[in-house]
Antibody
Framework: EVQLVEYGGTFVQPGGSLRLSCAAS????????FIWVRRAPGKGLEWVSH????????HYADSVKGRFTISRDNAKNSVFLQISSLRAEDTAVYYC?????????????WGQGTLVTVSS | TVLTQSPGTLSLSPGERATLSCRAS???????IAWYQQKPGQAPRLLIY???SRATGIPDRFSGSGSATDYTLTISGLETEDSAVYYC?????????FGQGTKVEIK
């Protein structure tokens, strides 16, 4: 069974840093791309960052470029999101999701999410 | 590419048909259009990919259609469990974008 479990979300002050993790199981991890997507309170989904299967290609939304860093450890079946210089507008539930491998750029499995709250 | 979903909220009775619209600010390949369902406190769930293909395990009352800039998700014969927010998603020159969502309420 495919499972994605995010953790690491917490309450943090503006300007602070945090590392989110996504632990995967039930499939061949190193053959899939992954994305982090967030949902802020009262708002819709927003893609944040994407990483290729090898980790050699990464992409970031303009809203987080320079502040967020995505990475992965294929030996530990995990994807990470290092977030820094946090702002109130980064408050959201952060989801990791697996990209379908057929090259159609959609996401077939999602984790339950981890909540990041940025406030003074 | 900006995706605009309408209506913002749809309130219908069980058994009725729901028609959700997703309009793109520029043409999108239908291969790169997906729809997701999200219930409160749950992860998004893939419903439709490639504009019209149902994901594994999705009931056939969910169907997708469209091309270029106009895409539609139809739920035929609404059930109470279909109460959720529905998002369209595209991939293109601006990489991934999601619509703002349509909330479906069951009366």
């Amino acid at each position: 069974e495919v499972q994605l479990v995010e953790y690491g979300g917490t309450f943090v002050q503006p300007g602070g840093s945090l590392r989110l993790s996504c632990a995967a199981s039930g499939f061949t991890f190193n053959t899939y791309n992954f994305i982090w997507v967030r949902r802020a309170p009262g708002k819709g989904l927003e893609w944040v960052s994407h990483i290729s299967a090898s980790g050699g290609s990464t992409h970031y939304a303009d809203s987080v470029k320079g502040r967020f860093t995505i990475s992965r450890d294929n030996a530990k079946n995990s994807v990470f999101l290092q977030i820094s210089s946090l702002r109130a507008e980064d408050t959201a539930v952060y989801y990791c999701a697996r990209e379908d491998p057929r090259g159609w750029y959609f996401f077939d499995y999602w984790g339950q999410g981890t909540l990041v709250t940025v406030s003074s | 590419t900006v995706l605009t979903q309408s209506p913002g909220t749809l309130s219908l009775s069980p058994g009725e048909r729901a028609t959700l619209s997703c309009r793109a600010s520029q043409s999108v390949s239908s291969s790169y259009i997906a729809w997701y369902q999200q219930k409160p406190g749950q992860a998004p769930r893939l419903l439709i990919y490639g504009a019209s293909s149902r994901a594994t395990g999705i009931p056939d009352r969910f169907s997708g259609s469209g091309s270029a800039t106009d895409y539609t998700l139809t739920i035929s014969g609404l059930e109470t469990e279909d109460s959720a927010v529905y998002y369209c998603q595209q991939y293109g020159t601006s990489l991934w974008t999601f619509g703002q969502g349509t909330k479906v309420e069951i009366k």
